[in-house]
Nanobody, 120 residues
Framework: QVQLVESGGGLVQAGGSLSLSCAASGTIFRVDVMDWYRQAPGKQRELVAQLRSSGSTNYADSVSGRFTISRDNAKNTVYLHMNSLRPEDTGVYYC??????????????WGQGTQVTVSS
């Protein structure tokens, strides 16, 4: 069982910055993908940023150039650094980690979500 604990959400003015973190705990053999999703009120959950074990990254067009996903392998933690925030970035942000807890046991875990509110 791999659990994810998120932190770092809050209220920020437009143009400001905020960083989120997501720490994974439990038995982890290998991490393949670390993602950040967000869900705005009345909208579907969308992928914001993705970081693969190869180091390759992928960003939603709406956040490209403003958000950066990174990780600390020693701490099994993934971060999302958000700059130039806009009111439309408001939502609940979830981290998602996919990997293996043993050689053959795959996991796909989600964080509890953290609220990010950007005021205009």
């Amino acid at each position: 069982q791999v659990q994810l604990v998120e932190s770092g959400g809050g209220l920020v003015q437009a143009g400001g910055s905020l960083s989120l973190s997501c720490a994974a705990s439990g038995t982890i053999f290998r991490v393949d993908v670390m993602d950040w999703y967000r869900q705005a009120p009345g909208k579907q959950r969308e992928l914001v940023a993705q970081l693969r074990s190869s180091g390759s990254t992928n960003y939603a067009d709406s956040v490209s150039g403003r958000f950066t996903i990174s990780r600390d392998n020693a701490k099994n933690t993934v971060y999302l650094h958000m700059n130039s925030l806009r009111p439309e970035d408001t939502g609940v942000y979830y981290c998602n980690v996919i990997g293996y807890s043993t050689y053959s046991r795959r996991f796909d875990s989600w964080g509890q979500g953290t609220q990010v509110t950007v005021s205009s």
